[in-house]
């Protein structure tokens, strides 16, 4: 099988999802576990080489990590000629594909449709809304995009927040209902998600990457976390070294602070707010440093890796959700004398082209 092959010629699996081909959220129901996990490898493979990074002896791992399912969905509401639809894109259009239930979605969402259908149906005048819902240990986090509700409409908002036993109900990050404080576990902390921020698509894919990650700086003195977010990978670290914690995401980094400081028994982590795109971290900052994980948005860290290639950590940890990227950074790291010694597809995104990865480069 080429990695040039396109995925609509893998085919050998049924779709499940009754949706599938109309809804653009999955591309891939069509093609079997075994032809989705080779031809993801032999794409990851091929953008590395092609950056003249040699893979590691064993070559590239694959874990699946879809567990219960996605635990964030962002659908959209929309009305057409008086008629509300809700639900995912579709397909290669800018129509809605309205849906009645998402089977990837963890238990927890598959109403999630008819909760966003509820609240639209009270929202008053609107183009379109955008719905990010999320399952915390607390219940449904949603927030809301693309409404300016009058008064009256808000009230009824908020009251449908608690028909639909809503932790916490948001508009455009303003909070409207707050019933309980949406919370995550990581590791041992429990961290207060803000409005809209960035959190790993399934639950197993995030403990798949920190377990990793964990391994990868096992014995590190000290360890940079790196576009550290609400602190995945810097609260489960801090369960054995300090941490250096860096993300230009003000209420990212502040629930990394109260989770940190609220947490019994972890090493100090300390946590600043930095746009890393421009300002990356340099070798005098990180001379103190044994290991660094960096976990940039999809278009990389092109900046910081450069920064990296010129320092002296021991290990560096990439986790990466596109693998042009990747390559790129990979590429930089390998030309300033890091070695590629483990790369691994935690796929958390099984029915879609989508490749999250791991990689661990040594000096």
Known sequence: MSATMLPDDLA????????????????????????????????LAQ????????????????????????????????????????????????????IEACPVAVPALREAPAIVAALASLAGRFKAIDAQLTATATGIDCDLRGLEPAPEQRAALASAADRHDLARLTLDGEPLALRRPPVVRMGRAA????????????????????????????GARRVAD????????????????PVLAHDADAAAIQALRQAAATTPGLKPVTVQPRDLFRHPLGPQELQAVDAVVFDPPRQGAEAQARALARSRPRSIIAISCDA????????????????????????QFRWTTHIESVAVFRR
């Open 191 to 218: 961290v207060v998600l803000p409005p809209q921020s960035f959190l790993q698509a399934t639950e197993q894919g995030e403990i798949e990457l920190a377990r990793r990650v964990s391994a990868a700086c096992d």
């Open 12 to 43: 050998g699996a049924e779709p499940f999802c009754p949706h599938y081909g109309t809804c653009g959220g999955c591309q891939l129901q069509h093609v079997s576990d075994d032809a989705a996990r080779r031809w993801k490898i032999e794409r």
């Open 47 to 98: 953008a590395v080489s092609a950056r003249g990074v040699p893979l590691p002896g064993d070559g590239i791992a694959y874990v699946p990590a879809e567990g219960e399912g996605r635990r964030r969905l962002t659908l959209h509401a929309r009305r057409d000629r008086g008629t509300l639809a809700v639900g995912y894109m579709a397909a290669r259009s800018h129509r809605i594909a309205a």
């Open 226 to 241: 790196l576009f550290c977010g609400v602190g995945p990978f810097a609260l489960r670290l801090a369960e054995t070294a």
């Open 324 to 347: 042009r990227s990747f390559a790129r950074d990979a590429g930089i790291l390998h030309d300033g004398g890091f070695k590629l010694t483990s790369l691994t597809i935690v796929d």
